[in-house]
């Protein structure tokens, strides 16, 4: 079973620079055909899909975001990264990092079947 | 990006009841519709792809339906552990997105 952990500080100032890790374990994220994605949860409760990551590299990003986002992979530690820049108030949120794979039979039916538990990030002075 | 719209937002229910919650995409999705259940403070936990099959380990009592623009979630029988937030989610266009979420709660 795949487990996932979600890694960074939780306040970074407006106009900074938001970094977080994600630590994969019982599987490979260079594994052929799994997508290892960022998401974001506001205090509203809404979900958004931030991007990932395919075979430690190929991001693909949502083009809301896509001028201010980076996502990496480094199959060294098995981990994955979000960079997110100049970030305001308007993105505190939990963010949780999630393999986005093909459940079985699903054909190409891709899901987020494992997700970290989340962190809180708290953009403020 | 595809809309995503949820209903009801939130429902009261009773340990038992026979609960649907609807889907609907702002455009054709085939059966790209996944459903997820979130407890509170809780990462969302998959439950059923492809608009009807259910993920291993979920409970019979969650089903699935629907395709193109409109979906279903039913559980049938509500046990105390099913009072959580409820959330679609299209995979047929990028950017995949989410429904706003429902929230079934105890009458």
């Known amino acids: 079973q795949v487990h996932l952990r979600e890694s960074g500080p939780g306040l970074v100032k407006p106009s900074q620079t938001l970094s977080l890790i994600c630590s994969v374990s019982?599987?490979?994220?260079?594994?052929?055909?799994?997508?290892w994605s960022w998401i974001r949860q506001y205090p509203g409760k809404g979900l958004e899909f931030i991007g990932n990551?395919?075979?430690?590299?190929?991001?693909y990003y949502n083009p809301s975001l896509k001028s201010r986002v980076t996502i990496s992979g480094d199959p060294s530690r098995n981990e994955f990264s979000l960079k997110m820049t100049s970030v305001t108030a308007a993105d505190t949120a939990v963010y949780y990092c999630?393999?986005?794979?093909?459940?079985?039979?699903?054909?190409?039916?891709?899901?987020?079947?494992?997700w970290g538990q989340g962190t809180l990030v708290t953009v403020s002075s | 990006d595809i809309q995503m719209t949820q209903s009801p937002s939130a429902l009261s229910a009773s340990v038992g009841d026979r609960v649907s919650i609807t889907c609907r995409a702002s455009?054709?999705?085939?059966?790209?519709l996944h459903w997820y259940q979130q407890r509170p403070g809780k990462a969302p936990n998959l439950l059923i792809y492809a608009a009807s099959r259910s993920q291993s380990g979920v409970p019979s009592r969650f089903s699935g339906s629907g395709s193109g623009t409109d979906f279903t979630l039913t559980i049938s029988g509500l046990q105390p552990e099913d009072f959580a937030t409820y959330y679609c989610q299209q995979s047929y266009y990028n950017p995949v997105t989410f429904g706003q979420g429902s929230r079934v709660e105890v009458k």
């Open positions: 999630a393999r986005r794979t093909l459940p079985s039979g699903s054909g190409s039916h891709y899901a987020f079947d494992s």
């Open positions: 019982g599987g490979s994220i260079s594994s052929d055909g799994d997508f």
């Open positions: 455009q054709d999705i085939k059966t790209y």
């Open positions: 990551i395919y075979n430690t590299d190929d991001p």
